[in-house]
Nanobody, 122 residues
């Protein structure tokens, strides 16, 4: 089991930037695939990005590719999501998740944080 806590959300104008952080408990953080997902009101949970345990493999959802960057610092048990050129449609609760499979499917991640709100004004 691993516990995840997101931070860094807030209100930003369109075109602005935010960096989200996800702090993880546990001694085996580097063994986990880490993902970022988001969920807007009335919508399904959407894949944003994922990163392999060692950070060598990354993947992004089509809607954020080129604007968002996922990274991790295993020495700090932390995964990050750097977001630039934010758009109003990026507004959502952002969740980090941990699992054992390199996948964009939220149903295959075993552990989830509580989420952090990102609001982008137009």
């Amino acid at each position: 089991q691993v516990q995840l806590v997101e931070s860094g959300g807030g209100l930003v104008q369109a075109g602005g930037s935010l960096r989200l952080s996800c702090a993880a408990s546990g001694r085996t953080f580097s063994n986990y695939v880490m993902g970022w997902f988001r969920q807007a009101p009335g919508k399904e949970r959407e894949f944003v990005a994922r990163i392999s345990g060692g950070g060598e493999s990354t993947r992004y959802g089509d809607s954020v590719k080129g604007r968002f960057t996922i990274s991790r610092d295993n020495a700090k048990n932390t995964v990050y999501l750097q977001m630039i050129s934010l758009k109003p449609e990026d507004t959502a609760v952002y969740y980090c998740a941990a699992g054992f499979v390199l996948t964009p499917d939220p149903g295959l991640y075993r552990h989830w944080g509580q989420g952090t709100q990102v609001t982008v004004s137009s």
